[in-house]
Each structure stands twice: as C-alpha cells, then as structure tokens.
C-alpha cells in the first residue's frame, strides 16, 4: 500500500501578520517577517482509506485541512479516500504556529502521494494557505519574507527564504505558560480586530516600516536591532487585539512574568528579546552563546510550566 510522510517546521513572526485582504483565501494584509524553527515540527502520513470517505487523525477539526485537500484534489483530478494523520510533537493551538506547520506538512505530503512531487513549492504554499495564512512561511528555511502580494487571486502571494539562518543564527526558549488550546482562533480574532479595534490600521499602515528595518537589522546582524523592532511589533499587535471590543487578550499572569523576567536579563546583558502570538506562551530568542544561561534562569519563573529549546533551521521542509 502506498505511504508517504512529509514534516514540516513551526515558524514564528518577528513582524506579524494580523489582518487579511481575502478572508476565504487567507490573503494578508500586508507582508510579514518570520524564522522557520528546528525541533517543533508537525508530520504528515497520507496512506489509502479502508472505505469510501476520508479518515482523519489529527488534532481537532479537520475543516482548515480539507480546504488543502480539495485545493489538491483540484489540481490533480485526483479523488481517491485518504487516509490521513497529522502530529504535531509539541503543543497544538496554543499560539506555537501548530497550525501553520502542520498545513505546511500537510501540502507537503499531499503533493508526493497524489502527484509524485510534481507541483513546485510555490504551488504548494498556495494550497497550504487556504488551511493557515501563515502555513506559507513553514515551508521555507532560516528568515521567511511572505509578501502579501496584490493579485486578487493571491498568485503573487509567496514566501522565500531572505537570508539563511547561518547569516544570524538565534536560538530560542519558549515559555510554555499553557498549553491548553486558545480561548479564540487567529482567523476569528482576526475579524474581530478589523471589525472593532481603532488601533488596525495604523497597526498595518507601520508594517512597511517594521519589515524593511527588520530585515535590515538581519542584514547588518544587528541583534538588538531586531530586539526592539519585534518586541515593538508584538506589542502593537498586541495592543490592536485588546483595544477590540470585546478585547482580544491571550495573555496570562505566566505571560507578564516571562516579558518582565526578559526586560531583566537584557538589562543585564544577556542579549534575548521576547514575541508573543495568538496564545499566551513567551518566546525568547537569544543568540546561540546565550542560550544555556536563558534557559537556565527561566526555570525560576514559577507560573511557567515547562521550557522547549529551539533555534532557527537552514534545512528545507522540502528537501
Ligand atoms: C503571525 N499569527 O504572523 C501571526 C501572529 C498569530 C499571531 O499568523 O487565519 O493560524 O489561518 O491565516 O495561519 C496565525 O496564523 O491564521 C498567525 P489564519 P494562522 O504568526
């Protein structure tokens, strides 16, 4: 019986994308800037189905992979039942980008067995995107730009990789304060932070400004550069979410001590930084040299549960 599997990283944006310019297709607003990671990954095994509907084994709802199936189904004429498992070996859905990898793992795995890789990445980002926006950046290594594009069928939509991971390499510490699933999805939050938050569009009118002094700063490897543009960045997305009514909040009492405890460590010295997505979890990048004593003074924040180590990935989801 045929069997492929397919895996792909967790990805997480120094300059963020909160707001979408297709809903349906989830095209975004504006262009955002990310790191694709090493450890935190999802898997994707696709193998036939017993009977004549599809079997699903993942986590929750199968509804954002269905889109990506039927965007594959599409392109290859091909409607054979699968039967399909996605894993994700770290938390799912509390704002570590599970979503994203797992789209990412998922179109990855559907163009091997429905079409023995004949469809190019960008092809594949396109359908992974209808599963998770953000799923675009996980298939690409090491600084992801995903430009927003304009054509309205989002064709221009695409992610590349901007500098290698090598150029700067960063490791990071993640703060797992809960890894329970969030109180609302980004795609909800989303809509309600157009809807109702008078902070959205400066938010997305600054984003021009944020992307090309991040990437500058990757450029010149100026880290605490991109310290303070991506906290800066994190704190008005933030701040988007909880000016909407009723307000956005994902962060929790563990939260706050993380931010604090990192404020502490860089006026020290010790060069970390702090972003924080659609989940309460804290997640600190430091560069390499830095890593062990991070890690080490975390373990005193007493409403953080556990720690996960990663650091920024050169090796292609796709190769
Ligand atoms: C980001 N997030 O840039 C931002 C920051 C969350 C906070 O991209 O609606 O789950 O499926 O496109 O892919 C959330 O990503 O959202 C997200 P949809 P998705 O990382």
Redesign the pocket.
Known sequence: MKKVEASAPS???LV???G?RHTKL?LPLTS?F?VSLTNMRSHATITEASGTEDEWDIHGNPS?AQKVLACARAATQDERPLKISIVNDFPSGA?L?S??SSMAAFALALNSYLADDAFDLETISHWSRL?????VRSLYPGYVLWDAGTDEEGKDCVAHTAFAASHMPLSLVVCVVDDQPKPI???AA?ERSRDTSPLYDEFHANNEQYLQEALDAVKNKDFYKLAEISESNCQA?HAVMQASQPPVNYFKTGTKQAIEHVQKMRQEGIPCFFTI??GPNVKIFCTPEAKDEVHERCKSLSDVKHLLLDQVSDDSPAS
């Open positions: 990805n997480i944006a963020k994308y909160w979408k989830n955002s990310s954002k704002g980008a979503s994203a599963g998770s926006g953000s799923s999805g980004s795609t989303m997305m997505d659609a």
